[in-house]
């Protein structure tokens, strides 16, 4: 047997008779290091050696493996400057040709390792296809990913850098989960026509800067430029008064803005 | 539905499978490697149009200012008459554009440019022209878009016009016109510019009584079932609904990628449940007896084959699971229905350390051992 991961579900005696569990060994399991004989000739590991390795389980002629492969080629492409050990693993029962028409359909460069007896999809309870295996430096198994449309390389490309580190779990679930990607709502039509009214005083126009603040004021208070803005746009049409109140506005909520300050000092002479 | 929230990791499936179950190693051993490439296909990804034309530059008049009618938006930088800031010249004669299209509008739409630098995902035809798009003047649709969004998004996407005219079962989604319902047009962080995960998407709609169907059946409400029913299919618990759905509409039964019988009986052929073999392995099913292949198995004698595999009335998936989610183990159902009164018997599923059993309300137990010999 060469993946540690089914020895210890033995031991564990419970799920005893025909290792009957479909339940994919926790994570932390350590996986077994071992040399499988590799398509096109030789052998290869199926682990890296103190990396971090990802290996992906396909079975030819089904279109949601062909589908992660050619995910998983790009991927592979994507990822070539970090250090991870690509493996791809295919039934022993597998017909050569049917492999290598999808490693050709697929481009996928990393070694594909024939898994006679099915020994290693044994130990780690793969029961379908695709799936994406992902074990840290030590061989330990860090996730286990059935074929997912949207988003695989992404997820992998997340437990990667999480298993390295560079992401947390905040990071990891944000990419699992991804809130929505959205635009506009009032905060950034209020910047729109802060900026709008902006380049208005810039030509000094300024009933239409003064209008476009009142928009992006009325649409968030709290946007400090916005009252600068009127400010100076009352100023420019002459209106001191209603002026250094709008400057006012934006001191209350930022007293030592340099313009608005600027802006009063100015309305005074 | 909290605890499940987490993706097909480990834990999660191992949560959802913390029950015992064949070691299905061999459930791969595949002979038949044959591909199924002849098979009639639903819209796989392998057939997304991959030849979109070269963007559109509007030709004259496309993008000026409407002549005559109501517009229904209007830009304020044209509104406010200020031609300046886009064109040399002045507003009575309004010349060429100061510099590249989006270079103008990044001007005051700077959000937009981070977000086209930003986010993974981005739309080819923003990052060249906002002007693929919108007129920046004025326009007869909301948000100064061009024309309706369908005859928009597919003037490029040609393939996906054809997929909607053609497509015999048609999605109440799309009723309403707006990709924009589930599609970024700008950049996203999903694939497909989606906005979220396909899941959350359907959710949003997929979450209130009474949706119904083309011819008036009820719809489940997605919520309901996946927060009263805690063992989630996986591919669902990966959020992953467009793995079996397609959402443009398509030819299959309940919008399915790919066949899956439509009745409670059905004649077994591996083609009519496609659906599920696209992940799981016909085998399962195909295998008279074996000791490997199914947990579901008395000794070595196959009841998937026995229950399914018939010439005529086979028994389909869902005579005993749910495919979404439920409340017992392997998405076993909790009841079945029976005549055409709208009776639901019970179905009573044990699981058992070697086997189960199912006790329906008007029928013996029925067990199964696979430690039998």
Redesign the interface.
């Known amino acids: 047997m060469v993946v540690r991961a089914l020895r210890a579900v033995a031991v564990a005696g419970l799920?005893a008779?025909?290792?009957?569990?479909?339940?994919?060994?926790?994570?932390g399991t350590q996986v077994e290091q071992v040399t499988l004989a590799r398509f096109g000739g030789g052998t290869a590991r199926l682990l890296g050696e103190g990396t971090v390795s990802i290996i992906v389980f396909f079975?030819?002629?089904?279109?949601?493996s062909?589908?992660a492969l050619r995910m998983m080629a790009q991927c592979e492409k994507e990822l070539a400057h970090e250090p991870v050990h690509w493996t791809a693993v295919v039934?022993?029962?597998?017909?050569a040709e049917?492999i290598s028409a999808e490693v050709k359909d697929s481009g996928i460069a990393m070694p594909v390792l024939i898994d006679k007896g099915?020994l290693v999809?044994?130990g780690l309870?793969?029961?379908?296809?695709p799936v994406v295996v992902i074990t840290d430096k030590q061989g330990r198994?860090a996730?286990?990913?059935?074929?997912?449309?949207?988003?695989y390389c992404?997820?992998v490309r997340a437990h990667l850098a999480h298993v390295l580190g560079e992401l947390g779990d905040a990071g990891l679930d944000a990419v699992?989960?991804?809130?929505?990607?959205?635009?506009g709502g009032d905060l950034?039509v209020a910047?729109?026509?802060l900026?709008?009214g902006q380049?208005?005083l810039e030509?000094k126009?300024y009933p239409?800067a003064a209008?476009?603040a009142g928009k992006a004021i009325a649409l968030d208070g709290k946007l400090v430029d916005a009252h600068v803005l009127l400010g100076q746009a009352l100023a420019g049409q002459g209106d001191c008064k209603r002026a250094r109140a709008a400057f006012d506005r934006a001191l209350a909520l930022d007293k030592s803005n340099a313009a608005a300050l600027q802006g009063k000092q100015d309305c005074a002479k | 539905m909290k605890n499940q929230?987490?993706?097909?990791?480990?834990?999660m499936?191992?949560l959802?499978?913390?029950?015992?179950?064949?070691?299905?190693?061999?459930?791969?051993?595949?002979?038949e490697?044959?591909?199924?490439e002849d098979s009639p296909?639903a819209f796989?990804?392998?057939e997304t149009p991959k030849s979109i034309p070269d963007l559109i530059t509007y030709k004259a008049g496309v993008l000026g200012p409407m002549h005559g009618g109501e517009p229904v938006s209007e830009h304020?930088?044209f509104a406010?008459g200020?031609c300046?800031?886009c064109h040399k010249g002045d507003a009575k004669n309004p010349g060429a554009l100061l510099k590249p299209v989006n270079q103008i509008c990044f001007?005051?739409?700077?959000?937009?440019e981070e977000?086209l630098t930003k986010?993974?995902v981005k739309h080819a035809a923003a990052a060249k022209q906002c002007t693929n798009c919108h007129n920046p003047h004025n326009s007869r649709n909301q948000h100064l878009l061009i024309s309706d969004q369908v005859t928009l998004c597919t003037s490029c996407h040609t393939a996906m016009k054809t997929l909607l005219d053609t497509a015999t079962v048609k999605h109440g989604a799309l009723a309403e016109g707006k990709c924009s319902t589930c599609h970024?047009p700008?950049?996203?962080?999903?694939?497909?510019l989606?906005?979220?995960?396909?899941f959350?998407l359907c959710i949003k709609c997929h979450s209130r009584d009474g949706l119904q169907d083309a011819s008036g059946t009820r719809l489940t409400n997605f919520k309901t079932l996946l927060d009263n029913n805690p063992v989630w299919h996986?591919?669902v618990a990966?959020?992953?609904c467009?793995?079996c759905h397609t959402p443009h509409g398509g030819k299959n039964f309940r919008l399915l990628v790919e066949p899956y019988p439509a009745k409670f009986y059905s004649a077994y052929e591996p083609d009519n449940y496609a659906l599920c073999f696209?992940?799981?392995?016909s085998n399962m099913v195909d295998t008279p007896d074996t000791?490997?292949l199914t947990?579901f198995r008395d000794g070595s004698r196959n009841l998937h084959y026995l229950h399914v595999n018939k010439p005529d009335r086979g028994r389909t998936c869902r005579a005993c699971h749910e495919v979404h989610a439920s409340k017992h183990p392997f998405q076993i159902r909790d009841s079945v229905p029976f005549g055409d009164k709208g009776w639901m018997l019970k179905l009573n599923y044990t699981k058992k350390?070697?086997g189960g059993s199912c006790e329906k309300t008007c029928h013996s137990l029925k067990e199964y051992d696979?430690?039998k010999k």
Request: contains cysteine; charged residues 20%.
């Open positions: 799920l008779i025909a290792g009957n569990a479909g339940a994919q060994p926790p994570p079975r030819p002629g089904q279109d949601h062909r589908d039934s022993g029962s597998a017909s049917a099915d999809y044994a309870r793969v029961i379908l296809h198994l996730a286990y990913e059935p074929y997912q449309r949207i988003n992404n997820v699992l989960h991804p809130p929505p990607s959205t635009q950034a910047q729109r026509n900026r709008l380049k208005h030509v126009r239409q209008t476009a | 929230r987490i993706s097909t990791s480990p834990n499936t191992a959802a499978l913390s029950f015992l179950l064949l070691s299905c190693a061999a459930m791969l051993v595949s002979d490697a044959q591909s199924r296909k796989s990804r392998a304020s930088p406010d200020a300046d800031f001007d005051c739409h700077s959000e937009f977000m986010r993974p970024n700008h950049a996203s962080a999903v694939e497909k989606l906005i979220q995960l396909p959350d996986a591919p990966g959020k992953d467009s793995a696209t992940c799981h392995n000791t490997t947990g350390a070697n696979r430690s």
